[in-house]
């Protein structure tokens, strides 16, 4: 790693708002460690600045073992300056309908926990000691359905990303005593590989009348690592065109 250049490690950045948000930490200057179940796309090649990306599945516990071995690895005993917490699912029936709590199988719902709330406390408490040392950031990728019912999200993502918003306040409570702040993103409706077609129904509840972008979330996790939200911790930033206020 080149010394004085800022690190971060970015969860589910194969696509949507992880891999915007791997382009944009680069862009500006950033080295990013990443990982996903699949590899990222091949016009992304590694480069100096992607210095690692590692296929694993962070919903299995050795997943995450693995990971956090491997990107300490790739840290190479330097810090870890920011840790974004993006990877997750929402799995639907095989005919696509919301999963909810009296049709969601049980296993299914510790799948959607291990991956959506267990894997970013994991995560968190295994690069505490780098993250310490570079004065670090956690950002955590929480969903509006996890403040209101959703019409198409299940109930255990809906459940998981609200567990992930309490979550990210206390770990903002205990992380500060290591110097590390921790907030959270709460997007909308982004145009990622999750949105179906019956999503468009929901534009005219948006008061900027669109769907969100990757990058807009990625903007908003950017703030949330770096230095100009350094007062900043405990926080949940809405990424939603103003929908969360209805």
């Known amino acids: 790693m080149e010394k004085g250049r800022k690190t971060a490690i970015i ?15 680069i862009e500006r200057g950033w080295r990013v460690i990443t990982c996903s179940r699949g590899a990222p796309p091949e016009k992304c090649g590694l480069n100096e600045a992607w210095a690692a990306h590692i296929s694993v599945d962070l919903a299995d516990t050795g997943g995450v073992e693995n ?27 095989p005919n696509q309908e919301r999963l909810g709590c ?13 991956l959506n709330f267990f894997a970013p ?19 955590n990728v929480t969903s509006i359905a996890g403040h209101m019912i959703h019409p198409f999200a299940g109930s255990a993502y809906s459940s998981s990303k609200a567990a992930l918003s309490a979550l990210t306040r206390e ?6 005593a290591i110097g590390v702040r921790v907030n959270a993103v709460s997007p909308g409706e982004i145009e990622t590989g999750m949105i179906q077609p019956e999503y ?8 900027l ?6 990058e807009d ?30």
């Open 209 to 214: 009348n669109r769907m969100g972008t990757p």
């Open 121 to 139: 406390l994991k995560l968190g408490r295994g690069f505490a000691q780098a993250l310490s040392s570079g004065g670090g950031a956690i950002v």
């Open 217 to 246: 979330v990625a903007r908003a996790i950017y703030y949330l690592a770096g230095e100009d939200s350094s007062y900043v911790t405990g926080t949940e930033i809405w990424v939603t065109g103003g929908q969360h206020m209805f």
């Open 67 to 93: 990971f956090i071995t491997e990107a300490k690895a790739a840290l190479g005993g330097e810090p870890l300056h920011a840790l974004v917490n993006n990877a997750g699912m929402s799995p639907k029936s």
């Open 171 to 176: 770990m903002a409570n205990e992380f500060a």
């Open 11 to 25: 969860t589910g950045a194969s696509r949507g708002i992880g891999h915007a948000a791997a382009l944009l930490f």
């Open 200 to 207: 468009e129904m929901l534009i005219p509840r948006i008061p």
């Open 102 to 114: 009296l049709n969601g199988d049980i296993d299914a719902w510790r799948g959607v926990f291990e």
